[in-house]
């Protein structure tokens, strides 16, 4: 059952985000407002599911305590952050296939954050910018515009067309 946190735990989760996806105080603020509930581990008691308007925004991963996007939370970020941050851009062509399930190949990447490391979290949009799916990146910015094989972003969510 989800519950309003404390102010410490928001600020926690405001610092997990900020690292994680380098935003400022304010990109973080936006990200996570003060009307979120969250949902605690009933083993560890410690934070699990975050919710805005009683939809999952993220998801707190107990091995590392990483925050997970959703398809929301993705969203959120795609219209908050400038272009091309966090994103990876696929050919549009392939954006069905990822829609799919599939996984990011190297040679459908057209641009990509230069901030991007292996296994940081990545938001894949289509050419128009528009979010096809969530997942973990296995290559570097540089490396997944220069290989023409391999996969180089492994799909964790898809994101649906008509939740835009």
């Not at 289509?126 to 540089?142: F, H, N, S």
């Amino acid at each position: 059952m989800s519950q309003i946190p404390s102010s410490l735990d928001r600020l926690r989760i405001k610092q997990i985000v900020s690292y994680q996806y380098v935003l400022t105080q304010e990109e973080a603020d936006q990200f996570i407002p003060d009307d979120i509930q969250v949902e605690y581990s009933k083993k560890t008691k410690k934070i699990r599911y975050i919710y805005l308007k009683h939809r999952l925004w993220g998801i707190i991963r107990p091995n590392d305590g990483f925050f997970l996007l959703t398809p929301a939370s993705a969203e959120f970020l795609i219209q908050l952050l400038p272009f091309p941050r966090l994103r990876v851009v696929v050919q549009s062509d392939v954006s069905e296939f990822l829609r799919k399930g599939g996984n990011v190949f190297a040679k459908h990447v057209v641009e990509a954050d230069p901030l991007i490391i292996p296994y940081s979290e990545v938001i894949m949009v289509d050419e128009d910018d528009i979010p096809v799916a969530i997942g973990k990146a296995y290559l570097t910015r540089e490396e997944m515009l220069s290989f023409q094989r391999g996969v180089a972003v492994k799909v964790r969510k898809r994101i649906e067309i008509n939740k835009i």
